[in-house]
Every structure is written in C-alpha cells, then in structure tokens.
T-cell receptor
Framework: NAGVTQTPKFRVLKTGQSMTLLCAQD?????MYWYRQDPGMGLRLIHY???????AKGEVPDGYNVSRLKKQNFLLGLESAAPSQTSVYFC????????????FGPGTRLTVL | AQSVTQPDIHITVSEGASLELRCNYS??????LFWYVQSPGQGLQLLLK??????LVQGIKGFEAEFKRSQSSFNLRKPSVHWSDAAEYFC?????????FGAGTRLFVKA
C-alpha cells in the first residue's frame, strides 16, 4: 500500500499561472481533504470531499477549486496563483466517520513568485 | 466557536527527560481528539486518539495522553524523550467534518 501520495512534491509558479495538485489514495477511503500549512498556523482546511463526485468548502477555500471524479483521486486547482498561496499543501483521507482518523500525504511545497 | 490551543510554540528538553506538551480545546460536547507528529519535511503521523472511555490513552513510540474534561485539556506525555522525537506536534480536534488543528509545538531535544 502506498497510502496517500501527492504530486508534484515541489513547484514554483509565477503570479497568475495555474496548476493542479494531484492526491491519490489506495485505501478505498470515502473522505478526502486538502489542507494548507503555514508557519505558526497549523493546518487549515481548504476543501474536502465526502465521496466521489462531491466536494465542499473548508475554512480557507478562496482561490482554490477541487474535483473528485474518481474515488481514489482528489485534485486541487489554482486558477490564478497569488503569492499568498505560497504554502505547503497536504492531502489527507479517512474512512469510517466514527474514527475520523486522517491519513496524510507527504505534502507539496508551492512557491508563488 | 471550536478552537484548539497549544500554548507552547517550542519546547526544549534533554534526551532522557520527561515531556509534556499541552493542549486545550474549546467544544461543548465530547470531542474527538488526536495528537499527530510531523518530522521535518514529512507528512503527519498519528500518535494517538481519544473518542470515549478510558481517559488515559496509549499511543505509538511510547507516548500517552490524558483527557481531562474539567480542564478541557488533552496533554501529551512521554516519560523519556529520545533524540528522534524532535519534531512538531499537533493537537487536533474533529467534530462532524470540521477539523481544527492547533498551531503546533516544536520539540527540540538536546544531548
């Protein structure tokens, strides 16, 4: 089992460029999440999905879009990158609602110049 | 509003010394509480979790945490710290699909 994987690991963008981050999980989890991590702020939820074809906004959704076309994949898109989106992005997945334990990917470090 | 507070931004302990990392939460009902550890450049790994029952929970790597409802706390402890424990630790609360992370406590271990 690879668990939760993220691609790419690193990316540098110029302001206004677009990109998509890919998250994949092989644990057959229903729920998937995208977070951003900034110094001194812990992780903040951007968007999440409770199943294939469904998405919902988290705490900091502005400037991001997501799609969950397949159960195992959760895509995070930046349509027009801004320097404020420089961050480390983590994807996570979880199965049973009762446990709510989330399994995290290794992260993507994004720099927007 | 729900919140998780980790009052210590960083802590330094000597190898072999005991460790306690503090966490306070704000939530009306019994929360689901977790401690995660993040090594430099890595993702987050679950150390332990509390949902109900025994208020002292054991985790991996020799860690334990105690849930105290009266103090709204869920402090993480380890009796003897190893150099490999140097990392950032996050206290996390979930309710529904709302997950709240504390700001984290960075642990430094000195020889």
């Amino acid at each position: 089992n690879a668990g939760v994987t993220q691609t790419p690991k690193f990316r540098v963008l110029k302001t206004g460029q677009s990109m998509t981050l890919l998250c994949a999980q092989d644990m057959n989890h229903e729920y998937m999440y995208w977070y951003r991590q900034d110094p001194g702020m812990g992780l903040r939820l951007i968007h999440y999905s409770v199943g294939e074809g469904t998405t919902a906004k988290g705490e900091v959704p502005d400037g991001y879009n997501v799609s969950r076309l397949k159960k195992q994949n959760f895509l995070l898109g930046l349509e027009s990158a801004a320097p404020s989106q420089t961050s480390v992005y983590f994807c996570a997945s979880s199965d049973r609602v009762r446990d709510r334990e989330q399994f995290f990917g290794p992260g993507t470090r994004l720099t927007v110049l | 509003a729900q919140s998780v507070t980790q009052p210590d931004i960083h802590i330094t302990v000597s190898e072999g010394a005991s460790l306690e990392l503090r966490c306070n939460y704000s939530y009306g009902a019994t929360p689901y509480l977790f401690w995660y550890v993040q090594s430099p450049g890595q993702g987050l790994q679950l150390l332990l979790k509390y949902f109900s029952g025994d208020t002292l929970v054991q985790g991996i790597k020799g860690f334990e945490a105690e849930f105290k409802r009266s103090q709204s706390s869920f402090n993480l402890r380890k009796p003897s710290v190893h150099w490999s424990d140097a990392a950032e630790y996050f206290c996390v609360h979930t309710g529904g699909f709302k997950t709240i992370f504390g700001a984290g406590t960075r642990l430094f271990v000195k020889a």
